[in-house]
């Protein structure tokens, strides 16, 4: 079959050994994937990111020396069953999945291991108790979208975000906008947007954003439509006098239990929910510096070199970092159903498609964020963007 292999860098179509089931696996004919950013870094940063996996306990992440089909953002047709399947699906059944393979008790990231090819081509194998069907007649190029929408919902479920809370999210390319249209989705009311690019603004905007900043221009954190009563150290101290003065009036109360039922609910006041989807040094610095007090920070860009911050600074502030990766078979699933249901529309990440072919010119259109957010691959079409 039909593959793009990705070697020392270099991307090229070849013909590959067609896909062969384990146990407790399924083949689909893949009929859209995404391109993602880890894919990119992937490309070139590969040994890189495999010494950061091997020292977190994955061991089998892609090396620069070997020939690994990418692709783990991917939408796909039931073809073949493996043995030991309950085959739950006929044969032509649309179908996502989550993109890992278990050989025997060996978990592999399809995508981004040698010994479990990815999307980037014709048929990709996956696991039957990880793939879920397609639901409500969802056209392939949006359901394809469900992993990224899926790491956001997993980002967005950390942040533990209020409907009347500030959300900002720094940083619009594809998973920025992927969290601005999960805060929409879970029903946030004002939310923020920050990034230097004029395209990636419009499309925040588009994804839900009820306010975007160009940074350089001015400061999201003076952007939001719903002010906070606490924007320093003094207002912060300011509530707390203000809230014994008022206590104290109260005869016989015993008013630290209060404090105590504030905590026990999460009553107490905060400050607003920040999504870090930039990834590069010394954002989160910057982040920390400039939020308000009692901020909540979720990482969710992934900064590949090593950063610093101050810690001071987050401390006197009580700034609660976060960070997100990934999402479990729950969120997947939900992601999925929240698209088929109109409750996500990913249609405004989605700015090309390209075949197989046309997949190195893709990765280099990438490189300009006023160009694209996301292209797809269509296996089965032809050219490029």
């Not at 046309?358 to 300009?368: E, N, Q, S």
């Not at 797809?376 to 079409?381: K, R, T």
């Amino acid at each position: 079959m039909k593959a793009v292999v990705c070697s020392g860098g270099e991307l090229e179509v070849a013909d590959v050994a067609a896909p062969r089931p384990g146990r407790g696996q399924l083949v689909i004919d893949v009929r859209r994937c995404g391109i993602c950013g880890s894919d990119l870094h992937a490309r070139v940063h590969c040994d890189e990111l495999a010494d950061l996996a091997a020292a977190t306990g994955y061991g089998n992440f892609m090396r620069s020396e070997q020939r690994v089909v990418l692709g783990h953002e991917f939408c796909g047709e039931v073809a073949e069953y493996g043995p030991g399947c309950r085959k739950r699906w006929r044969g032509g059944t649309p179908v996502v999945a989550l993109p890992v393979l278990r050989h025997g008790r060996q978990p592999e990231l399809t995508g981004l291991s040698a010994a479990a090819p990815g999307g980037y081509a014709e048929q990709v194998v996956v696991q039957e108790s990880m793939t879920f069907p397609v639901p409500n007649g969802l056209p392939a190029e949006h359901a394809a979208l469900t992993e990224p929408m899926a790491v956001a919902w997993h980002a967005v479920r950390k942040g533990r975000i209020g409907k009347r809370q500030n959300a900002f999210v720094i940083g619009c390319g594809p998973i920025g906008l992927a969290v601005i249209s999960l805060l929409r989705a879970a029903g946030v009311t004002s939310i923020v947007a920050s990034d230097l690019s004029p395209r990636r603004r419009e499309l925040a905007a588009r994804c839900g954003a009820d306010v975007v900043v160009d940074p350089a221009a001015a400061s999201p954190w003076d952007a939001a439509p719903r002010k906070s009563r606490v924007t320093g150290a003094a207002d912060l101290l300011n509530l707390g006098f203000d809230a014994m003065e008022r206590l104290r009036r109260l005869p016989n109360l015993p008013w630290w239990y209060l404090f105590r039922l504030a905590h026990t609910l999460n009553a107490a006041p905060g400050g607003p929910v920040i999504f870090e989807c930039v990834g590069v040094p010394g954002i989160i610095d910057q982040i920390v510096a400039a939020a308000p007090p009692m901020s909540r920070v979720v990482v969710v860009g992934v900064c590949m070199e090593a950063d610093r911050i101050h810690p001071a600074m987050a401390v006197n502030k009580e700034i609660e970092l976060r960070f997100a990766f990934g999402y479990d078979p729950g969120e997947f699933r939900d992601t999925l159903h929240m698209i088929a249901d109109g409750k996500i529309d990913p249609a405004p990440l989605i700015t090309g498609t390209v075949g197989l072919d046309g997949v190195r010119d893709a990765f280099a259109a990438l490189g300009d964020p006023e160009e694209h957010a996301k292209i797809l691959i269509d296996p089965a079409g032809t050219g490029g963007i």
